[in-house]
């Protein structure tokens, strides 16, 4: 490394752990220089960090997955882990300490809330021929298409917009199915649960559910037997343990001094 | 088991969804930059034009063919913008 190379403080996640000392955390690979991993310390919490060269770090697929990589090693030694947002470079050791100080009084109520527990995400999207089935039992939506047909793009310009308005009501509606159907039962079986905006004009359902480590197994469970009854119509996407991401929400602004 | 938990090192895209704006987000200091963000293969993020959606919507459950959504998706492509948002 050149000596005029500036280095900075790359923040991962925020945990509780009980000892002052470094713990053996590990590496990482940044931009294919290994870093050693180590803790900073306040009370019973510490943030995990790697010192690397002070510059901007794109959210490429390598680095994105540097950053999740990290937090999933954590989440393997420590059952209490606040993930950190992507790309957050500090210029010292000291500036993370106040970071650390001054979020502390959030660490400490969120500890317990999230101790022991994962995130899984489930999104569910309409099968194409299901969802044109059921747009089908919709008469005027039947009528306003036979319009639509045959005729060219520009010719039907309006009738085609009023046509997906139509649409895009029927797939609201069958949001609202989904999220009785499959989240309201899945949200009872977990500690919190979260709907995140749909990803796409198929997508009915993206949520996010809180959820004990040790009822992870019955989640899935739960999960495969509301897949069995809805396979033939929609697609699961099921994914995780996450941590909690979606359960933690601090935003904060740092003020150049 | 007829459906398995994809883990969380398998899809960019869920991580995407997760690491950018989730968890505690720090603004300013040093703040990714928005030029040259690889995202070009989440479709969901795009951007568009609100008549753009509902023809889209109608693509989705079958009302329309699929003739010009190419042309369609050609014409948003410049649009993209990256889930920072800021």
Known sequence: MSEEQQTGIYIFCGIQTDTEADEQLGHVEVEGEEKEL???????????????????????????????SVISLIMKKNSTVIPISFGNVFHSKE?????????????????????????????????????????????KAGEMAKAVQGKSEAASYYERIQLGGVAQQLVTSLQKEIQEELFTPLKEEAH?????????????????????????EEFDRKVNELHDKWEDKVEFSYSGPWPVYNFINIRLKVEDA | MSIQKSTDSSSLAEVID?????????????????????????????????????????EAVGLLSDEGQEERSGRTKGNQLSPLGM
């Not at chain 2, 505690?24 to 959606?53: H, K």
Request: aromatic share 8%.
């Open chain 1, 38 to 68: 180590f803790t900073i310390h306040y009370k019973d919490a510490a943030i995990v960090a790697a010192e690397v060269p002070m510059k901007i770090y794109h959210p490429n697929k390598d680095n994105l997955m540097m950053h999740q």
């Open chain 1, 95 to 139: 500036d993370v300490k106040v970071l650390l100080e001054n979020l502390y009084p959030q660490f400490e109520k969120l500890f317990p809330e999230i101790k022991g527990k994962i995130e899984l995400g489930l999104k569910v999207v309409g099968k194409k021929e299901w969802l044109a089935s059921r747009i089908g039992e919709n008469a």
């Open chain 1, 192 to 216: 919190a649960s979260k709907i995140n905006d749909p990803l796409g004009e198929k997508m009915l359902l993206n949520a996010a559910f809180l959820i004990d480590r040790d009822k992870e």
């Open chain 2, 18 to 58: 997760r690491i950018l704006d989730k968890g505690i987000v720090i603004d300013a200091f040093v703040r990714v930059s928005l030029v040259g963000i690889e995202i070009l293969t989440v479709e969901a993020r795009v951007v568009i034009a609100s008549v753009d959606t509902w023809l889209r919507y109608a």
